[in-house]
């Protein structure tokens, strides 16, 4: 079975700093990986995905993730945070398409001014 | 166009009552997923139906239950809500799924609504 763990629950940065989200995963075959976005009071946004091809990943909002097989992991980076980056961002893998997205647990993002 | 609509937005029952929550998905897209997000938690896959048929379903009771209109619209019942019911309940829909894709792409990419609030009392 999938399972996707996010190393942190919580990760306070301050504006402008830059910020690392982790995110490791487990499949036995290929696997399609997301990472989504909630703001507070609001639904999942796609912030970017990793389906094939180049493992470094760019999304909106100046987000970028990087694939590592080896490792397992798909982190997700921005180099300088702004206070509208406050809010809880989730990792996601999906062994087909349409199919069920198996989540992590979350990892809050709070940016200090 | 209107992204993926979820209706109600709160909602508040009783323990034993059931609950019918509502879901539109963006114009063309035929599949619609439902998933449980309790407080604190990642979203937890429930249902997901494509052309009217489920094609998968999670570890949730048989309390739990759906079904997808010929409009592609879905909704997601609830019988004998417990208390630990209560959660924010996301439906998301896609173009396509695998099988008519072939491989992965766009067209299969899942789109969240804003969610259901069910508050269990």
Known sequence: AQSVTQLDSQVPVFEEAPVELRCNYSSSVSVYLFWYVQYPNQGLQLLLKYLSGSTL??????FEAEFNKSQTSFHLRKPSVHISDTAEYFC?????????????????????? | ????????????????????????PISGHKSVSWYQQVLGQGP????????????????????FSARQFPNYSSELNV?????????????????????????W??????????GTRLSVL
Do not use: M, W
């Open chain 2, 44 to 63: 937890q896959f429930i249902f997901q139906y494509y052309e009217k048929e489920e094609r998968g379903r999670g570890n949730f009771p048989d309390r």
């Open chain 2, 1 to 24: 166009d209107a992204g993926v609509t979820q209706s109600p937005t709160h909602l508040i029952k009783t323990r034993g009552q059931h609950v019918t929550l509502r879901c539109s």
């Open chain 2, 105 to 114: 792409g766009d067209k299969n990419i899942q789109y969240f609504g804003a």
């Open chain 1, 57 to 62: 990943v760019k999304g909106i909002n100046g």
């Open chain 2, 79 to 103: 019988n004998a809500l417990l208390l630990g019911d209560s959660a924010l309940y996301l439906c998301a829909s896609s173009l396509i799924i695998i099988g008519l894709a072939g491989r």
């Open chain 1, 92 to 113: 996601a893998s999906s062994q087909a398409a349409g199919n069920k997205l198996t989540f992590g647990g979350g990892t809050r993002v709070l940016v200090k001014p």
